[in-house]
């Protein structure tokens, strides 16, 4: 178990898929969307998700699923070990229906596989591991499902995808209201985008600057460094 900076939470990885950008970025996006009483994370992993929310809103409850019998349990190790409350379950996403009651939620959260059926990775190892993968329509209908009406659904994905998210949210009741580009560099192309969605919020889209992760001199941006506590 490790410190994820300096007098912060503690951690211990999920066995399959480690600490990433752009999980600690949709964490950071997702505290800028409000307070919250209650939070639900979709597919939790090791519950990153959860533990970074929680050094920022700590007196919320904190539920979390994932369909993998060891990530739940590296969950519930990482909840234990920053008295985190809430509960981890090993579920399917897509059976939502058991996971909470309708409306039971403030804010959802969800960094899901970005290759799913019909939009298969090009690398064909990720492929092969996450064939399995959610799509658009199934984390949005779940997130609509266990959202109150007004809370907010965070999300990050790939861009090429965000048409398929967007329509997919809408059909499910959720409003798109922030967006935000992530980029290596100023001058480069889009990588990841970061999406909040609001359940029954009426139009209008909130287009936020762009993230940028590498200075001109190579290093994080002061963006960056301010999002993983650096010195």
């Not at 985190?84 to 959802?108: H, K, M, N, S």
């Amino acid at each position: 178990m490790k410190q994820l900076w300096p007098q912060g939470p503690v951690y211990v990885d999920d066995p399959v898929f480690k600490i990433t950008t752009d999980s600690v970025l949709l964490a950071h996006f997702a505290a800028s969307a409000g307070n919250f009483a209650r939070c639900m994370d979709l597919g939790c992993g090791g519950g990153l998700l959860s533990v970074l929310l929680h050094a920022r809103y700590p007196d919320a409850v904190y539920d979390s699923v994932d369909i993998r019998p060891d990530a739940a349990d590296a969950c519930r190790d990482n909840y234990d070990a920053n008295g985190v409350a809430g509960r981890v379950d090993c579920l399917d996403v897509r059976q939502y229906r058991a996971i909470g009651r309708p409306g039971e939620y403030d804010l959802v959260v969800c960094n899901p596989p970005y290759y799913y059926a019909g939009k298969p990775s090009p690398d064909a190892g990720r492929a092969a591991a996450r064939s399995d993968g959610l799509s658009p329509a199934q984390f949005s209908g779940a997130a609509s499902y266990l959202l109150r009406r007004g809370g907010s659904f965070c999300l990050v994905h790939k861009p090429e995808f965000l048409t398929d998210i967007f329509a997919a949210m809408r059909l499910a009741d959720i409003e798109p209201k922030r967006l935000r580009f992530v980029t290596h560099a100023a001058d480069s192309a889009p990588v990841l985008v970061l999406i909040e969605g609001r359940r029954g919020g009426k139009p209008g889209l909130t287009a936020l600057p762009n993230l940028i992760l590498t200075a001109p001199d190579g290093g994080p941006t002061a963006e960056v460094r301010e999002i993983y506590h650096m010195r």
